[in-house]
Structure formats: structure tokens, C-alpha cells
């Protein structure tokens, strides 16, 4: 089995980064100017945002990482999903909003479309 242990920690702390910065980028250009309004638009935002930018940039990086790869594409496509996961219940245990269903969901469409875009890479 190939596995690519620094290509998918790299890999998956770029995912996390994008989907920051897609969030902030996002809350720059159609935020509130009031800074009052711009918490409850940032928690809006990211909890609509963070699920789908989560599942696309996962399916994304699993093709992207193993479309080169001559085997072993489905496990490299499910840890990248699984780290990626890992970083983001990590940030969830540190911070201060309590548990939601969603992010039960959110974090196992991340490991599912790690396999998907593992999948695509291994049938194109």
C-alpha cells in the first residue's frame, strides 16, 4: 500500500486554510459594515458555507492528490477526508459553540468525498 503521509497533512491543513479563506473573502465582500451584524453573519455564513466548501475542496484534493497515483487511491482518498476531519473537530473542541447535528454531517461528507474524489481519480 502507498501512502502519502506528508502529501496528505499537507493536503489537509491547505483544505482547512482554502475554506477560511473563502469564508473570510466572503464576509469582506457581502458582510454587514456594522460590526454588530457581522457576528451573526459570520456564524450564518459559516454554517451554511462550511459544509459545502468541505465536501468540494475534499473531493478536489483527493482527486487532485491521487489522480498520479498507480494504486492505493481509495485509502489515500479516505485519510485525506479523515485528517481533514480530525482538524476540524479539533477546532471544535477548542472553541466555544456547542454541539450542533450539523457537524456530525459536515465532517463525515469530508471523509466521504475524500473517497469520492479518490474514486473518480481511479475510474477516469
Same mark, same amino acid.
Given at each position: ?5 506528508? #502529501? ?5 491543513? +491547505?483544505?482547512? $486554510? ?20 457581522? #457576528? ?11 459544509? +459545502? ?47 450542533? $447535528?450539523?457537524?456530525?454531517? +459536515? ?18
Amino acid at each position: 500500500m502507498n501512502i502519502k503521509y506528508l #502529501q496528505l497533512v499537507v493536503a489537509a491543513f +491547505t483544505i482547512e $486554510i482554502i475554506s477560511v479563506l473563502v469564508l473570510a473573502i466572503l464576509i469582506a465582500l457581502f458582510g454587514p459594515s456594522d460590526p454588530e451584524l457581522i #457576528q451573526a453573519f459570520s456564524e450564518n455564513l459559516a454554517y451554511w458555507l462550511g459544509p +459545502t466548501t468541505g465536501f468540494l475542496f475534499c473531493f478536489t484534493g483527493a482527486y487532485l492528490l491521487t489522480r498520479p497515483l498507480s494504486h492505493s487511491r481509495i485509502p489515500n482518498g479516505v485519510l485525506l477526508g479523515l485528517l481533514v476531519a480530525i482538524i476540524d473537530v479539533s477546532i471544535f473542541l477548542r472553541s466555544d459553540f456547542g454541539f450542533q $447535528i450539523i457537524y456530525l454531517f +459536515t465532517n463525515t461528507g469530508k471523509i466521504v468525498a475524500g473517497t469520492l474524489g479518490a474514486y473518480v481519480a481511479e475510474k477516469i
